[in-house]
C-alpha cells in the first residue's frame, strides 16, 4: 500500500500466512493488557442480572485455587492442550524466535534456569518456555518447563485460568522452592531475573541487566542443590522502543517509585500498529534468538553462608558473560554491550 501522509502501511496483497502471524501477536498483547479487565468487568456486570450466582462461582473457585501458582502449578489434558495451540507457531513465526539449547538436560534432575534479559513483555521466553510453539518438547524430551512470573499476575480473574493453562507459577520463594524439590526431576523453573526493575531499561546501544543484586534465587539453588542455567534471549530488548527513561530523569522516578509500591512498573513502549508501521502495540518483526548455556553444578547447602552464595552468584555471572560474548556475533549485535 505504500506511504499515506509519511506512515507506512503494510500491503494489502500480504500473504495469508503474514496476516496470521499478526493477528497471534495481537491475540496475545490483547490477552495481556485487557483479558483480565474485561473479564472482570464481566463478572461485575452478571452480579446485577440473574445470572450473579455465576461471578459468586468463580470467585469462589478461584480463592480456593488461588495458592495452586505456588504449588507447582497447573498440570495434565488442559496444560498440553494450550500449550499445544496452532496459534503459537504463527506467534513464534512472526518475529521470528529461535529456540537454541547448548546441551542435553537430564530428564531426572530439576533445573532452574535464569533468563536474561526481561525486555518488555519476556517474548522470547514465553514462547520457548509457556508455549510449544518453540517445540520445548522435542528439545528437552521428558522435561516440563514451568515459567516464572509476577504472583500478582494470579490474583487478575480470568487472565490467571489462561497463563496457569500455559504450566506457569508464581515467582515466590515458595513457588519456585516446590518446583525445584519436584520428586523424580524432570522440572524446568525459568525465572526472570531482573524482574520489572529491569523491563524499564531502554538503552539501544547496550543490554543493562539487573542481576548484580539480585542473589535470592542462588540461596535457593544452594539450599536444594539445583543446577543453575543461564539463558540469554538475544534481540528481545529490541522488538519495541520505550519513551527516553533514563536514570535520573522523572519518568524513571516516578517509575521507580510506583514499582516500589504496586509491585509493577507503569512502562511506556510502543512497537508498529496491526496495518500501518509508524506506531502501535505490535512488536516489530524483529528475530528474537533464546540461547540455553549450560547447567552448573550446585552442591546441596541447607544453611548457606554469605561467602557462599556470593562464590555461586559470581559463577553464574561468569557463565552468563560468556554464553553472551559467544553468541552475541551469531544472534545478536557486536555492538551493542552488555552491563550487568
Known amino acids: 500500500m505504500g506511504k499515506v501522509m509519511g506512515v507506512e502501511f503494510a500491503p494489502l496483497g500480504l ?18 493488557l485487557l483479558f483480565g479487565s474485561l473479564f472482570t468487568y464481566s463478572l461485575a456486570y452478571l ?8 461471578s459468586v462461582l468463580y470467585l469462589s473457585w478461584m480463592a480456593y485455587d488461588l495458592e495452586t501458582c505456588q504449588k507447582g502449578g497447573r498440570r495434565g489434558f488442559l496444560v498440553r492442550f494450550v500449550r499445544g495451540w496452532s496459534i503459537w507457531k504463527h506467534y513464534v513465526n512472526y518475529f521470528p524466535i529461535k529456540f537454541v539449547k547448548t546441551c542435553d538436560f537430564d530428564p531426572t534432575k530439576n533445573y532452574l534456569i535464569g533468563s536474561h534479559p526481561h525486555g518488555v513483555l519476556c517474548s522470547g521466553a514465553f514462547a520457548c518456555f509457556a508455549t510449544e ?12 518447563a514451568r515459567l ?7 490474583w487478575v480473574p480470568g487472565y490467571r485460568e489462561l497463563i496457569m493453562c500455559s504450566g506457569a507459577c508464581a515467582a515466590t520463594a515458595k513457588g519456585i522452592t516446590n518446583l525445584i524439590t519436584t520428586p523424580g526431576g524432570g522440572t524446568i523453573s525459568v525465572l526472570m531475573v531482573g524482574g520489572v526493575a529491569e523491563s524499564m531499561n531502554s538503552d539501544r546501544d547496550k543490554i543493562k541487566l539487573v542481576l548484580r543484586g539480585r542473589k535470592g534465587f542462588i540461596k535457593l539453588a544452594l539450599r536444594n542443590g539445583v543446577e543453575l542455567v543461564p539463558s540469554f534471549s538475544f534481540g528481545e530488548a529490541f522488538i519495541y522502543e520505550q519513551v527516553p527513561n533514563h536514570e ?18 507503569p512502562i511506556i513502549f510502543f512497537g508498529r500498529g496491526i496495518f500501518q508501521y509508524a506506531v502501535g502495540l505490535i512488536p516489530h518483526r524483529k528475530p528474537i534468538t533464546v540461547v540455553v548455556g549450560e547447567p552448573i553444578h550446585v552442591d546441596k547447602v541447607e544453611d548457606p553462608t554469605q561467602e557462599q552464595i556470593d562464590e555461586l552468584h559470581q559463577k553464574y555471572m561468569d557463565a552468563l558473560n560468556k554464553l553472551y560474548e559467544v553468541n552475541n556475533p551469531k544472534y545478536g549485535n557486536p555492538e551493542v554491550q552488555l552491563i550487568i
Open 133 to 144: 510453539g518453540a517445540n520445548f518438547s522435542e528439545k528437552f524430551p521428558g522435561m516440563t
Open 148 to 154: 516464572l512470573t509476577l504472583e500478582g499476575m494470579y
Open 47 to 54: 452480579f446485577t442480572t440473574w445470572y450473579w450466582w455465576v
Open 15 to 32: 500473504p495469508l500466512d503474514r496476516r496470521l502471524q499478526t493477528s497471534a501477536v495481537l491475540f496475545w498483547i490483547s490477552t495481556f
Open 248 to 265: 535520573g530523569t522523572f519518568l524513571r522516578r516516578a517509575q521507580n517509585f510506583l514499582r516500589r509500591f504496586i509491585g509493577i512498573a
